[in-house]
């Protein structure tokens, strides 16, 4: 039988079948191996989708599943639609409780990656948004690591370019931009790096693969603009407020230069999948020590603790399951 497979499984969250996962698929609780989509599909050929990655981690102390921010996460989904032109099938609200549902009856005790998805679900040839129907699903998966976020990453600033908002808008999750994501990383991996960084096409820092970006230097953390084509990240926004609130540090937007990373103290990725991940090098340059840096570290420890539920004052962006 098939097994639930994410790139950033961990051995220790265990495995489940697939097939007998439930998940929601166009208004309809079933499991997985009951999903049927035709070869055909608009979505698969044209990239005509678009998504949310959405974490839950369990809680031993409280013996609790908490979902991160999880109705901001179906709020930026709404807006990923709007401009595909679709429509979610419920509001973030009832997403969310959909949601929750969900993962109450896979019973979940481990930390859970949650994806939903939307997509042209006519079974027609044609490269277009108009006129076609919208299919909706969410299904979960057990998922540790998405990148080893102890060690620190070897990036390199790739040869391809960041997508641009006036090709394909860099602050939507659309399915068929992310193939700009994967020649990155591919292109890093198979040189011998972690990650990838790609710069915007004016030569500005942009993001990683899939991933935010920070950059200490002098005592000030910089994060590229909106205007840089990033993605606006929930954990960029998350990072920003722990950084000033709970730190007391200095964070502003602004473009950064490729050889500014060079000479930073500390350079962080961050997401829902790499969550807070350190960077050691970039382009077989070391970033400060060449180890994970203090402020990053500092960070990643309170970052967890938020969203397992032990700082009282962020229990807001959680969403208990049970």
């Given at each position: 039988m098939a097994q639930i497979v994410s790139s950033g499984s961990s051995s220790k969250a265990g495995s489940r079948a697939i097939d007998q996962t439930w998940v929601w698929f166009n208004g309809d609780v079933m499991q997985y191996g009951d999903v049927h989509l035709g070869l055909m599909t608009h979505g698969l050929h044209y990239g005509t989708g678009c998504f949310e990655g959405i974490r839950a981690y369990w809680s031993a102390q409280h013996e609790q599943l908490f979902v991160f921010r999880l109705e901001e996460h179906y709020a930026r989904m709404e807006q990923s639609a709007k401009v595909l032109r679709m429509k979610l099938p419920r509001t973030p609200a009832e997403l969310a409780e959909i949601t929750r549902e969900l993962l109450r009856k896979n019973?979940?005790?481990?930390?859970?990656?949650?994806?939903?998805?939307?997509?042209?679900?006519?079974?027609?040839?044609?490269?277009?948004?108009?006129?076609?129907?919208?299919?909706?699903?969410?299904?979960?998966?057990?998922?540790?690591?998405?990148?080893?976020?102890?060690?620190?990453?070897?990036?390199?600033?790739?040869?391809?370019?960041?997508?641009?908002?006036?090709?394909?808008?860099?602050?939507?999750?659309?399915?068929?931009?992310?193939?700009?994501?994967?020649?990155?990383?591919?292109?890093?991996?198979?040189?011998?790096?972690?990650?990838?960084?790609?710069?915007?096409?004016?030569?500005?820092?942009?993001?990683?693969?899939?991933?935010?970006?920070?950059?200490?230097?002098?005592?000030?953390?910089?994060?590229?603009?909106?205007?840089?084509?990033?993605?606006?990240?929930?954990?960029?926004?998350?990072?920003?407020e722990l950084l000033t609130a709970e730190m007391n540090l200095d964070v502003r937007e602004r473009s950064i230069d490729r050889t500014e990373l060079y000479g930073a103290d500390e350079v962080f990725l961050c997401g829902t999948?790499?969550?807070?991940?350190?960077?050691?090098?970039?382009?077989?340059?070391?970033?400060?020590?060449?180890?994970?840096?203090?402020?990053?570290?500092?960070?990643?420890?309170?970052?967890?603790?938020?969203?397992?539920g032990e700082v009282k004052k962020y229990q807001k962006w959680l969403t208990p399951v049970f």
């Amino acid at each position: 039988m098939a097994q639930i497979v994410s790139s950033g499984s961990s051995s220790k969250a265990g495995s489940r079948a697939i097939d007998q996962t439930w998940v929601w698929f166009n208004g309809d609780v079933m499991q997985y191996g009951d999903v049927h989509l035709g070869l055909m599909t608009h979505g698969l050929h044209y990239g005509t989708g678009c998504f949310e990655g959405i974490r839950a981690y369990w809680s031993a102390q409280h013996e609790q599943l908490f979902v991160f921010r999880l109705e901001e996460h179906y709020a930026r989904m709404e807006q990923s639609a709007k401009v595909l032109r679709m429509k979610l099938p419920r509001t973030p609200a009832e997403l969310a409780e959909i949601t929750r549902e969900l993962l109450r009856k896979n019973g979940f005790h481990q930390d859970v990656y949650i994806r939903p998805l939307a997509y042209k679900s006519d079974e027609v040839v044609g490269v277009r948004l108009h006129d076609l129907h919208d299919g909706f699903a969410i299904y979960p998966v057990i998922m540790g690591e998405y990148v080893d976020i102890s060690r620190g990453l070897r990036c390199m600033v790739s040869s391809w370019r960041r997508v641009d908002d006036l090709a394909a808008p860099a602050r939507a999750k659309i399915t068929g931009a992310y193939i700009n994501s994967a020649l990155a990383k591919s292109e890093a991996m198979e040189n011998g790096y972690d990650e990838a960084i790609m710069l915007t096409g004016d030569g500005h820092v942009s993001e990683g693969s899939a991933e935010n970006i920070f950059m200490l230097r002098n005592g000030v953390f910089y994060t590229p603009p909106p205007s840089d084509n990033i993605l606006e990240g929930i954990t960029r926004a998350t990072v920003m407020e722990l950084l000033t609130a709970e730190m007391n540090l200095d964070v502003r937007e602004r473009s950064i230069d490729r050889t500014e990373l060079y000479g930073a103290d500390e350079v962080f990725l961050c997401g829902t999948g790499a969550q807070i991940s350190p960077v050691v090098e970039v382009d077989r340059r070391t970033v400060g020590a060449g180890t994970p840096g203090e402020m990053t570290m500092k960070l990643q420890q309170l970052y967890f603790s938020v969203c397992r539920g032990e700082v009282k004052k962020y229990q807001k962006w959680l969403t208990p399951v049970f």
